[in-house]
C-alpha cells in the first residue's frame, strides 16, 4: 500500500488516520447533525465542505440525522468522495488549510447513531463462541447442532433499542428460572453479558425476491462498526427455546459511532478458517473474506480502573460477511440501506479471547478478578463495558475507536 502523507497532525496510535476516514453523524453546539468524516482527533465537516463546493455532493445530503441518502448515492460515489477528502488532506495546497473552521474537536462533538436501522439480523458465526454455549446450555458432547456448519446461522434482532455508544442501559427485567426451580420468577436480570462483535452496515436496497451472491457481496456492505450486543443470560436460557433469544437480547445494543469502510479495510484481508464439511454451492466464495481486526473488551467499574477482559480478533470467524449475506438473501428476503447484518459474539481458541462473559467466567463459575479487587462473573450495576477494534500492518493503522455503555440499576 502506497504510503500517505497528511499535511493534518495525526496524534500516535490514532484509529483515525488518513488511511481510515470513516463516516459519521455529528453535532455541536453550533450545528445540527450532519455527516462527518473522522481524521487524528477531529471531524472534518463534510456538510460544510459541501456548502462551499469544495466536494461534489449535494450539501442537503449531507446535513441529514442519518447516513442512509448518502449511502444510498451508491459506492460509485461515496467511493470517490472519501478518496476526494483524502487527497484534500494530503495535497500540499489544498484549500482546507485556510478553513480551520472546518475541523471540529472530536470532543465538543455529540456522535449520533450513523444510519437509521432498519432491520437488524444477528449471525452466530464463531465457531468457537456456538461451541462454548452449546456446551453450556446444551450437551458438551454435541456442542453444535447438526446445522451449524452448513448454515451461517442467524436470527432477527430488534433494531428500535440499538443505541450510539455512551448511551446508558438499564439492567432489564424479566422472567428467570432459579436454579432447581419449576416456575419462573420475575426480576431484574442477575447475569448481564456482553458479547463482542462486529456489525456490517448495508449500503444498497435489493428487491424482494432478489438475491445477492457472494462474488456481489462487497457492494452490498458499505462498512462496518464495533458491536456490542447486551444480552440477559438468565432471562435468555429461559425463553430461547424452541425459537431463540427475544428479551433476552431486544433491551438493548450498542454500536460504535464511525463506519469504516470496507474500501478502508482492504489491506488487511486474511483468508478465513478451512470450512469442513464443504459448503453448499450458493455459500462457496472466491479470494480472502476474513479481516484482521484486533478487538479487545475492557471492563470499568464505577470510580475503579480500566480493566481489559478479552482480545480476540474479527480473523476468527467461520462464516465470512459474504456468506452471511448471500445466506440472508437466498430465499429472496429483501435488504435496505442501513440494515446492520451483526457477526455473533467472536470468540478465539484460547480463554484470554473469548467474547463474552459468559464464556469468560464459563457459566459464572470462574470469577474475573478487578484491579480494585472486585470480583465479576456477570456485569454488575454502573459496571461500563468498552469495546475497541483496530486494524494494522505495515505502520499502517485503522481503527473503529470504541463502543462503550453503562449499566444502570433497574430497582
Ligand atoms: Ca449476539
Given at each position: 500500500?502506497?504510503?500517505?502523507?497528511?499535511?493534518?497532525?495525526?496524534?500516535?496510535?490514532?484509529?483515525?488516520?488518513?488511511?481510515?476516514?470513516?463516516?459519521?453523524?455529528?453535532?455541536?453546539?453550533?450545528?445540527?447533525?450532519?455527516?462527518?468524516?473522522?481524521?487524528?482527533?477531529?471531524?472534518?465537516?463534510?456538510?460544510?465542505?459541501?456548502?462551499?463546493?469544495?466536494?461534489?455532493?449535494?450539501?442537503?445530503?449531507?446535513?441529514?440525522?442519518?447516513?442512509?441518502?448518502?449511502?444510498?448515492?451508491?459506492?460509485?460515489?461515496?467511493?470517490?468522495?472519501?478518496l476526494d477528502v483524502q487527497n484534500l488532506l494530503v495535497q500540499k495546497d489544498s484549500p482546507l488549510k485556510d478553513l480551520p473552521d472546518l475541523f471540529i474537536p472530536l470532543d465538543k462533538a455529540q456522535m449520533h447513531l450513523p444510519v437509521h436501522i432498519g432491520d437488524y439480523t444477528d449471525f452466530y458465526s464463531s465457531i468457537e463462541h456456538a461451541t462454548n454455549v452449546g456446551k453450556m446450555f446444551r450437551d458438551p458432547e454435541n456442542a453444535l447442532l447438526p446445522n451449524w456448519r452448513h448454515i451461517p446461522v442467524g436470527y432477527h434482532g430488534r433494531a428500535s433499542s440499538i443505541v450510539v455508544s455512551g448511551t446508558s442501559i438499564k439492567r432489564p427485567k424479566g422472567q428467570v428460572l432459579p436454579k432447581d426451580a419449576s416456575s419462573p420468577v420475575f426480576k431484574a436480570s442477575g447475569r448481564l453479558d456482553f458479547e463482542l462483535e462486529m456489525g456490517f452496515i448495508t449500503g444498497k436496497n435489493t428487491n424482494l425476491g432478489e438475491s445477492v451472491s457472494t462474488s456481489e457481496a462487497d457492494d452490498y456492505i458499505f462498512g462496518l462498526v464495533l458491536f456490542n450486543d447486551w444480552s440477559a443470560r438468565d432471562i435468555q436460557k429461559w425463553e430461547y427455546v424452541p425459537l431463540g433469544p427475544f428479551l433476552g437480547k431486544s433491551f438493548g445494543s450498542s454500536i460504535s459511532p464511525w463506519i469504516v469502510t470496507l474500501e478502508a479495510l482492504e489491506p488487511f484481508k486474511?483468508?478465513?478458517?478451512?470450512?469442513?464439511?464443504?459448503?453448499?454451492?450458493?455459500?462457496?466464495?472466491?479470494?480472502?473474506?476474513?479481516?484482521?481486526?484486533?478487538?479487545?473488551?475492557?471492563?470499568?467499574?464505577?470510580?475503579?480502573?480500566?480493566?481489559?477482559?478479552?482480545?480476540?480478533?474479527?480473523?476468527?470467524?467461520?462464516?465470512?460477511?459474504?456468506?452471511?449475506?448471500?445466506?440472508?438473501?437466498?430465499?429472496?428476503?429483501?435488504?435496505?440501506?442501513?440494515?446492520?447484518?451483526?457477526?455473533?459474539?467472536?470468540?478465539?481458541?484460547?480463554?484470554?479471547?473469548?467474547?463474552?462473559?459468559?464464556?469468560?467466567?464459563?457459566?459464572?463459575?470462574?470469577?474475573?478478578?478487578?484491579?480494585?479487587?472486585?470480583?465479576?462473573?456477570?456485569?454488575?450495576?454502573?459496571?461500563?463495558v468498552v469495546m475497541r477494534g483496530f486494524a494494522e500492518k505495515d505502520g499502517i493503522r485503522v481503527g473503529f475507536g470504541e463502543v462503550k455503555g453503562q449499566i444502570l440499576p433497574n430497582n
Open positions: 500500500m502506497n504510503k500517505l502523507d497528511t499535511w493534518v497532525n495525526i496524534p500516535e496510535d490514532s484509529d483515525f488516520t488518513i488511511y481510515n476516514l470513516p463516516f459519521g453523524i455529528f453535532s455541536t453546539e453550533n450545528s445540527s447533525p450532519r455527516v462527518g468524516v473522522a481524521i487524528g482527533d477531529k471531524i472534518l465537516d463534510l456538510a460544510d465542505l459541501a456548502e462551499k463546493e469544495i466536494i461534489a455532493v449535494h450539501p442537503s445530503i449531507l446535513k441529514q440525522e442519518t447516513l442512509n441518502e448518502f449511502i444510498g448515492l451508491g459506492k460509485h460515489i461515496t467511493k470517490n468522495v472519501r486474511v483468508a478465513g478458517p478451512n470450512q469442513d464439511p464443504e459448503v453448499l454451492p450458493y455459500l462457496k466464495y472466491k479470494g480472502e473474506k476474513n479481516y484482521d481486526i484486533t478487538l479487545e473488551v475492557a471492563l470499568v467499574p464505577k470510580d475503579g480502573e480500566e480493566q481489559t477482559v478479552s482480545t480476540s480478533n474479527y480473523k476468527y470467524m467461520y462464516w465470512n460477511m459474504a456468506q452471511q449475506l448471500a445466506h440472508h438473501t437466498v430465499n429472496g428476503c429483501n435488504i435496505n440501506v442501513g440494515d446492520v447484518m451483526a457477526s455473533g459474539t467472536i470468540s478465539g481458541k484460547d480463554e484470554t479471547s473469548y467474547g463474552s462473559m459468559l464464556e469468560i467466567s464459563w457459566g459464572g463459575t470462574k470469577p474475573v478478578t478487578l484491579k480494585d479487587g472486585s470480583k465479576r462473573t456477570f456485569i454488575e450495576d454502573y459496571d461500563t
